[in-house]
């Protein structure tokens, strides 16, 4: 059975014309299955019964269980979710001041193999469908509800297991369904799109749906960035930057350039320098991310004190510089540190040795 949550409202319409109802119908499913988080075709009760009937004999509307909830002292809240073939995956719910960020998935692992990465040390699995992709955020907006917070679930970062723009197809109906404002009408600027740097795809989401753009750039020379990344051999820092400045500036004008602080490889005066001299002048934000630590990765944090002064040097050349706060590190739920936990618990011999050799 299809599930119906992979339909943008545009291929509901089309479906809904072909069982000769009419076409506005296809909004109130839409609108249903989206922000008044249906389960079943039964809650839809401005159906008539004929076609609720007709549709759940045809359709299923089905979502990934969701099998661990983990809380964080930081409130930041881990879901675990089990896809129909037993694959695993994890999507976060962040607090903010004012609202929450959920950070979503796109694939079962990465192809990518960063090696400061751990969800890249699993190796890649599988990409999501768009039911996958959507369900998390249906269960986000379920558990929020369900805890009677009072702020809004407002951003969507696309920084979980895997790499958004090797699943470009369903990442770009995805976005179709939550940006729309008969679906979740998310803002296209709270729509956040985190990638490793792939060219190609860049400029194709630029021009079929641009939403906020963030690069995982990590290094300042190609040279450094191929000893840590190995999409790095295929796309230079140049080839970057170019269609960096041919994308859409969806989000307050400018492209987010992410940087991760690597003690003694990405934290020096020299890479400060180099940032200095690639970015002066773009309407770019750099937002540094000091790594998160895990026993199987090879790198180390930062001290408090040279991230500070890293940022300093960037700011004092006029580059508009923020620091992440990494949260939901009490239950590996930051940056990078998706899935491996629980697909190593749940599934020992999951983890795909090839990528694993390459990647570490
Ligand atoms: N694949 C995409 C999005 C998912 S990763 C990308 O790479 O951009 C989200 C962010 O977490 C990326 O910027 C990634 O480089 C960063 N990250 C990965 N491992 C990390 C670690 N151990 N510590 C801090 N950040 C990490
Ligand atoms: Fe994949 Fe992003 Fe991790 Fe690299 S950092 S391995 S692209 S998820």
Redesign the pocket.
């Known amino acids: 059975m299809k599930n119906l949550r992979d339909f943008t409202l545009e291929e509901l319409e089309v479906l809904i014309k072909d069982l000769s109802e009419p076409i506005y119908r296809a909004r109130q499913i839409f609108h249903w299955i989206t922000c008044k988080l249906a389960k079943n075709f039964q809650e839809m009760t401005d159906l008539p019964k004929v076609l609720r009937y007709k549709l759940s004999e045809n359709f299923s509307l089905s979502l990934p269980e969701v099998i661990e909830v983990k809380e964080d002292a930081d409130k930041t809240i881990k879901l675990g979710l089990l896809l129909e073939d037993k694959e695993i995956i994890e999507t976060v719910i962040i607090p903010e001041k004012d609202h929450y960020t959920l950070c979503v998935s796109t694939q079962v692992g ?1 192809a ?1 193999g ?1 090696k ?4 890249g040390k699993l190796g890649f699995r599988r990409n999501l469908k768009v039911y996958e992709i959507i369900s998390q955020v249906v269960w986000a907006k379920k558990i929020l509800k369900e805890r009677k917070t009072n702020l809004p679930l407002r951003n969507i970062v ?3 297991m ?3 723009l090797a699943n470009l197809k369903n990442l770009i109906k995805s976005l179709k369904i939550l940006a729309h404002p008969w679906g979740f009408n998310f803002s296209r600027k709270r729509l956040t799109v ?3 740097g792939l060219v190609k795809e860049i400029e194709i989401l630029g021009k079929e749906f641009p939403v906020a753009l ?1 690069v ?1 750039l ?1 290094a300042p020379t190609d040279e450094i960035r191929k000893t840590i990344m190995p999409i790095a051999h295929k796309y230079s820092i140049n080839e970057i930057l170019q269609a960096i400045k041919k994308f859409p500036r969806i989000k307050n004008g400018r492209i987010t350039i ?1 940087y ?1 602080l690597l003690k003694g490889i990405t934290d020096t005066t020299f890479c400060a320098k180099k940032l200095v001299e690639l970015f002066k002048g773009l309407p770019i934000k750099i937002n540094l ?1 000091p ?2 630590p ?1 026993p199987e ?1 090879p790198f180390e944090r930062p001290s408090d004190k040279n991230i500070e002064e890293f940022q300093k040097f960037l700011l004092s050349h006029k580059i508009l510089t923020t620091v992440r706060k990494s949260k939901g590190l009490g239950i590996c739920a ?4 998706l899935g491996a936990e629980l697909i190593k618990n749940s599934f020992p011999n999951s983890v795909n040795k090839k990528t694993a050799v390459r990647t570490s």
């Open positions: 990465c990518m960063c400061f990465c751990l969800t696309f920084m979980g895997g790499e958004p985190s990638t490793v963030a995982s990590h992410e991760l991310i790594f998160n895990h990765l930051a940056c990078g540190q």
